[in-house]
């Protein structure tokens, strides 16, 4: 099945959030390249990649939210009593998902380093842009709170599946 229905979430959906997770579990690997100024395997292999794995986290969260916004009706139905706190909970999240990359970017071409993901250049080296390279500061400090929100969903996945046993984590796996 591709599409959502009331009873799970469909391929689409399923692919583009363990597929995402996988992306954002190795772009917070970028966390390693604080230990030791990245003299280590993370930091020489994976932190390489940064820019251009958040590249792709850019487009594939774009492509996610317009995907989701075409399933919304045909989702597994939330409990009423917490149906607004998990609708802030994903809002969050997915506001996390779209800064970071955005961000990141603003980073690149405010310090004027220009934008290359995947080797192709998408804005030449120039002159840096204060505004931006202030906005992209945050970046950092986004980091950091997009992590918590990943545990924290993480941890209410597992308190579903594990204390609750209502099955919410079975409509994504």
């Given at each position: 099945m591709i599409h959502d229905s009331k009873e799970r979430y469909g391929g689409i959906s399923r692919i583009f959030h363990w597929g995402m997770a996988l992306l954002i579990g190795w772009q917070l690997l970028?966390?390693?390249?604080?230990?030791?100024?990245?003299?280590h395997w993370v930091g020489q292999t994976l932190v390489p990649w940064h820019v251009s794995i958040g590249s792709l986290l850019l487009l594939l969260v774009v492509l996610r939210i317009i995907w989701a916004a075409r399933q919304r009706?045909?989702?597994?139905?939330?409990?009423p009593a917490t149906a607004r706190l998990v609708a802030i909970g994903h809002f969050l999240l997915y506001a996390g998902m779209v800064l970071m990359p955005v961000t990141g970017v603003m980073t690149m071409l405010g310090n004027g380093y220009g934008w290359t993901p995947f080797g192709v250049q998408l804005a030449a080296r120039g002159d840096g842009i204060p505004w931006?390279?202030?906005?992209?500061s945050l970046h950092s400090p986004i980091?950091?709170?997009?992590?918590?929100m990943i545990v924290g969903?993480?941890?209410?996945?597992l308190a579903h599946h594990f204390v609750k046993k209502d099955g919410v984590l079975r409509r994504m796996v």
């Open positions: 970028k966390f390693f390249d604080r230990i030791a100024d990245g003299e009706n045909d989702r597994p139905p939330q409990n931006m390279a202030s906005l992209g980091a950091w709170l997009l992590l918590i969903h993480v941890c209410i996945a």
